[in-house]
T-cell receptor
Framework: QKEVEQNSGPLSVPEGAIASLNCTYS??????FFWYRQYSGKSPELIMS????GDKEDGRFTAQLNKASQYVSLLIRDSQPSDSATYLCAVISLNPGAGSYQLTFGKGTKLSVIP | DGGITQSPKYLFRKEGQNVTLSCEQN?????MYWYRQDPGQGLRLIYY???????QKGDIAEGYSVSREKKESFPLTVTSAQKNPTAFYLC????????????FGPGTRLTVL
């Protein structure tokens, strides 16, 4: 059973600080990694994707991937109250039985940015 | 205006009834997916379809059925055999392949009375 683990939080940071969200995954051959943001009562919104080791920056967001450690993280710089949401880590792995790729989600980390 | 639509937004069902949730996309994506989300839980895959007229069971397919007669549409039926159907149902779509991002519709919240 492929697993994606996240600290459920809540993670509280003051406005303007850096929020650091972490995720580990069990399948060594996972190929693609995503971060989704989900506001309460809404559907997930894709905010970052990363496919190779290292850092990927997009505005205030930086995704970091370390395949050797099976670890992916999301940094949010200059955190704003509007960033308060649950952040879902998702990993694509091959399902050999079905011959297709499946996305496995962590349970999410709830982030609260305090004004 | 490209996107994924789901209807209805809220659905109430009596025990023993089958209900069908609609999902339509105009993104020209080959693959479509149904997930279920329970409070405080991650998303769990119910069914997915890579091409028209073909679909596969996900991790929690029991009590659900799907069809994929058109590329744009992937309806989900929640049958009376589903023991605990109250949940938030999310439809997603993507291009096929291991690098392609999934995008979600707004969801349907199903409550069994």
């Amino acid at each position: 059973q492929k697993e994606v683990e996240q600290n459920s939080g809540p993670l509280s940071v003051p406005e303007g600080a850096i929020a650091s969200l972490n995720c580990t995954y069990s399948d060594r051959v996972s190929q693609s990694f995503f971060w989704y943001r989900q506001y309460s009562g809404k559907s997930p919104e894709l905010i970052m994707s990363i496919y190779s080791n290292g850092d990927k920056e997009d505005g205030r967001f930086t995704a970091q991937l370390n395949k050797a450690s099976q670890y992916v993280s999301l940094l949010i710089r200059d955190s704003q109250p509007s960033d308060s949401a649950t952040y879902l880590c998702a990993v694509i792995s091959l399902n050999p039985g079905a011959g297709s790729y499946q996305l496995t989600f962590g349970k999410g980390t709830k982030l609260s940015v305090i004004p | 205006d490209g996107g994924i639509t789901q209807s209805p937004k809220y659905l109430f069902r009596k025990e023993g009834q089958n209900v069908t949730l609609s999902c339509e996309q105009n993104l020209n994506h080959d693959a479509m997916y149904w997930y279920r989300q329970d409070p405080g839980q991650g998303l769990r895959l119910i069914y997915y379809s890579q091409i028209v007229n073909d679909f596969q069971k996900g991790d929690i397919a029991e009590g659900y059925s799907v069809s994929r007669e058109k590329k744009e549409s992937f309806p989900l039926t929640v049958t009376s055999a589903q023991k605990n159907p109250t949940a938030f149902y999310l439809c997603a779509s993507s291009n096929a392949g291991s690098y392609n991002e999934q995008f979600f519709g707004p969801g349907t919240r199903l409550t069994v009375l």
